[in-house]
């Protein structure tokens, strides 16, 4: 089956500092990739959606300056929290899939940030 | 816009027993997929079932069996001879070909299993 990758699966970082989460497809190529972050006990909340080669889509509400996401190829994007503050901890899911006409995505392991 | 309701926050069940999960959606359009996710502790999303909605037929995945009713908008996940290893956090999700790929998730229902 298909494979994502992500890392690190965990970060604590300074508050002000920025950290940056990388999501590899390691099978296929991934052309539509997926962001979401999640509570403890609650579902998946989508940040955005980047296709590569394209700015990245987000959702209403997500501050697209303070989490930048890049897609720079088929098989990496990257998302990176800007300035990052105590509300900003989290755990962070990659998903990807073959095209946004694919049904099917692949989850990551997750990435749990904490910021101090 | 399309939503997707679990009603059932927690649930519980006796090892070898059968369990049924609840998830109800709306949506106007006809043609769209559903999937039942599990999370467990590790956090790691797997697939556990999928259903096209074009077909009738509901899907069945050894253990795991849906209940698709698509008049109704309900698309239950039953659950036989449970295991201690199904014990997981799960997710009932929609996806519709015009709305940018994205998967609609319900808000989850954590399944414990009891020895």
């Known amino acids: 089956g298909a494979v994502v990758s992500q890392h690190p699966s965990r970060v604590i970082c300074k508050s002000g500092t920025s950290v940056k989460i990388e999501c590899r497809s390691l099978?296929?190529?991934?052309?539509?990739m997926f962001w979401y972050r999640q509570f403890p006990k609650q579902s998946l909340m989508l940040m955005a959606t980047?296709?590569?080669?394209?700015?990245?889509?987000?959702e209403q509400g997500v501050e697209k300056d303070k989490f930048l996401i890049n897609h720079a190829s088929l098989t990496l994007s990257t998302l990176t929290v800007t300035s990052a503050h105590p509300e900003d901890s989290s755990f962070y899911i990659c998903?990807?899939?073959?095209?946004?006409?694919?049904?099917?995505?692949?989850f990551g392991p997750g990435t749990r940030l904490t910021v101090t | 816009a399309q939503t997707v309701t679990q009603s059932q926050p927690e649930m519980s069940v006796q090892e070898a027993e059968t369990v049924t999960l609840s998830c109800t959606y709306d949506?106007?359009?006809?043609?769209?997929?559903l999937f039942w996710y599990k999370q467990p502790p590790s956090r790691q999303m797997i697939l556990v079932i999928r259903?096209?909605?074009?077909?009738?037929q509901n899907a069945t995945e050894n253990r795991f069996s849906v209940n698709f009713q698509k008049a109704a908008k309900s698309f239950s996940l039953k659950i036989s001879d449970s295991q201690l290893g199904d014990a997981a956090m799960y997710f009932c999700?929609?996806?519709?070909?015009?709305?940018?790929?994205?998967?609609?998730f319900g808000q989850g229902t954590e399944l414990s299993v009891k020895p």
């Open positions: 998903s990807a899939s073959l095209g946004l006409a694919h049904y099917e995505q692949y």
């Open positions: 099978d296929f190529q991934a052309t539509t």
């Open positions: 980047s296709n590569e080669g394209s700015k990245a889509t987000y």
């Open positions: 949506t106007s359009e006809s043609d769209y997929y």
């Open positions: 259903q096209e909605a074009y077909k009738q």
């Open positions: 999700a929609y996806w519709l070909y015009n709305q940018g790929g994205k998967l609609i």
